[in-house]
DNA sequence: AAGTAACTAGACAGGTCGGTCTGTCTAGGT
DNA sequence: ACCTAGACAGACCGACCTGTCTAGTTACTT
């Protein structure tokens, strides 16, 4: 039996439109409607739009780390290159026609403080961080958690700067910083 | 003549609502009654809400530089204190009660590519890599113009990290990254 | 071929949105 | 004492919002 094809519809199309134009200017009607599908169909999949929203930043994780997993795989036995991996899934993101910036803190800045999707973007961070961590920890530095934090804010950073269209090539200068930072064995 | 007290008590108030609930959730109709004005003032004085919006990123903007300037003043002779500031004013915002991130970031995840707003966040965060830029040049640094963007990078990371809520203590790891690193002369 | 579950379009309710308009009131300047 | 600019409250507009409901249709399963 296929996978519920018509809940897939709409989950991808709110991906892409909550993405594109935000979460409060896209009603649910036009969602439907650019799903190709009723309305009906749409409330008997997601109990609420603040249901859609969460499935959407968990489908957009999964995403993410699916694609870091892979990019991770592409170059096993070489462990700096495996790190470098998250930079290359975020440069995929800001390549991206119509890229606008990381689309969890977007969501973010929308959602009101006590939305659960608040709580999953919270997690999809720390989730970054943690893998970063791990792919520290596989080259052997001393302090992977210390290191994978600057990393982190250092992307992050880039991230933002790139969504906002301050630079022209955003993330070149932060690939080879981080690239050098890794190099370095002692992190002080 | 008094300043237009009416139009500052409306700014006054999209100032702190804006920002707390977000600008799209932010009626016209509850902010005017917050401010204690009726909506026709808001609109004698604002061309519309967007125009609002523009009002609202300057004049944050501007009160930005002005508390970075205070702080820059109250360490002059120490051109490393002097770089600091900008952490220092950062950090005033995260122990802000109801601190929620950056408010031009949160603005611009809100706000369509093309309005007029998203162009004064982006100069915003071009102004203060400058300043970053001018103070760092100060410190007698060779390339001010990349270091500067260094701590661009890991301060911005860090002041989206903190509006998450991922850390308990944003910033305290980044002031210490960045102090150490305005401490190397050499920037390899 | 029959049954059933999912889908469809569209109306509907109750609210809020940005923005306009009217008519009254009040404070200051002359 | 009069005039005027600006602020007032509140009705009003059309559009859009989330979410519900109905009634008819499609498509798969047995």
Redesign the pocket.
Known sequence: ?AR???RDDVLRTATTRFYEHGIAA?????LAADA??????L???FA???DLVVAYLEHRDREFFERLDEHVADHHGNARRRAMAVVDVYEHYVRQDGFRGCAFINAAAELPRDHPGREVVRRHKAAVRDRWTDLIAALGHDEPHRLAHECCLLLEGAFVYAGLGVDDEPLAGVRELIHRRLATTTDR
Request: aromatic share 4%; no cysteine.
């Open positions: 039996m519920p094809r018509r896209t009603g649910v009607d036009r190709g599908v009723a309305k009906m169909t409330y008997n999949n609420s739009k603040d």
